[in-house]
C-alpha cells in the first residue's frame, strides 16, 4: 500500500492509527489506495498492537422504552463520530441477563462500559451483583448514566437532575393552585422513584396514602394508576407521573371515565420522550437534555480510557416543559371535596 500511494510505511500506519499529525494530501493519497487496492483494516490484529478494541460496550434495561431508546441513539451516535463502535446488551430488566452480558461484554475486550439502568438504579442492589460489576471496573473503565453504583473503581456516575426536575413540576402544580396532588407509577425498588416520591411527600405531606400508586412504568401502569386513584371518594385535582408513559395511561383512563383534561384534572409526565407530544393534551413533562448526558457520559469514559480521570459526580441540569396538561386548579365541591363542573344545559 505505501508503493502505492507513494508514501513511507511509517506514514501508512499512522493514518491506519488515527493520528492527526499526517497532512491532508498524503492522507488521501493513503485513502485513496486503501479504496482503490479495497484494503480492510485487520481490526483484531490493531487491537492486539494497541490493547484497544476501538468498541465500547453498553448495558440497558429496555430498550423498547422510549427513555432508553433515545438516550443510546445519542451515545452511539457521538462514539461512532469518536471513532468506537458501540455493543449493546438489553438485559430485558432481568439481572441473570445482565449478568450475563456484563461478563460477555468484558470478555470481547471492549474500552469501556456504558450501566445505563437495571442495577444501576436498584434501591438496594445485591452484594453480589456489586462484586460482579466490581471485577469488570478492575479491568476497564466503567461509566454510569443516569444513576450510581457504591462500587470502588466505578470511574464516574453521570445524571441528570431528577429531584430538580420533580420540585419544578411541583412547584408549577402549586403556582397553579393545585394542592391535591397524587403521584402515579414507579416502583419501591427502583432509586429514582424513591428520590421523586420523597420530593412529592416533602411539597404535599398530609395527603391520602392511597393517592400514591406505585403501579409500574408502562402505559398500562398509568391506566391501572389513574383508575385506582378515581375509586377514591375524594379525587386530586392533579397527578404528577413517573414517566411519560405513565402519563399516557393516565390520560387515558381518565377520558374513559368521563372528565375533561386539564379542566377536571391536570397531568404531568417526566423524560419529555416522543410520546409526551402526540398524547391529548399534550404532556408538561421534564427533559433529561440527552445529548449533554451523552456528551458527558462519552466524555468521562473515553477520557478514562486515555488514562484521564473525570469527576466522580456528574450532575446535569433538567428543564421543565410546559404543554397543555396543566391549568389551574378547579373549584372543589364544598361536600365532597370532589371538582365542580359546570352544568349541562337540558335539552
Known sequence: MAQAA??????????LNGHTTVNDTLRQRVEQAMHDLRFRPNRIAQTLYHHRSQTI?????????????????????????RGYTMIMGNTL????????????????QVDGLLYLGGLANDATPDPEDLRAVQDVAERLPVVVVNGDLPVPGVVSSVRSDERGGTRALLDL????????????????????????????????????????????????AGRGAMTALLRHPQRPTAAVCINDLVAAGALAAAREHGLTLPRDLSVTGFDDVFVAQVVTPTLTTVNHDDASLARHALDALTGSIEGERPERHIL????????????????????????????????
Open 57 to 81: 460496550g453498553c448495558i440497558l434495561p429496555d430498550i423498547g422504552n422510549p427513555f432508553f431508546s433515545q438516550l443510546f441513539q445519542h451515545l452511539e451516535m457521538l462514539a461512532f463520530e
Open 6 to 15: 507513494q508514501v513511507s510505511v511509517a506514514t501508512v500506519s499512522r493514518v
Open 93 to 108: 430488566s432481568t439481572r441473570a441477563l445482565e449478568r450475563t452480558y456484563l461478563q460477555a461484554l468484558s470478555e470481547r
Open 173 to 220: 402544580l402549586r403556582a397553579h393552585g393545585h394542592t391535591r396532588v397524587a403521584f402515579l407509577g414507579g416502583r419501591s425498588d427502583i432509586g429514582n422513584t424513591l428520590e421523586k416520591l420523597e420530593e412529592y411527600r416533602a411539597a404535599f405531606p398530609d395527603l391520602p396514602p392511597d393517592w400514591v400508586q406505585l403501579s409500574g412504568l408502562s402505559i398500562d
Open 316 to 347: 446535569i441540569r433538567s428543564s421543565l416543559v410546559t404543554r397543555g396538561s396543566v391549568t389551574d386548579a378547579p373549584t372543589l365541591h364544598p361536600l365532597t371535596g370532589n371538582a365542580t363542573r359546570r352544568a349541562r344545559t337540558a335539552r
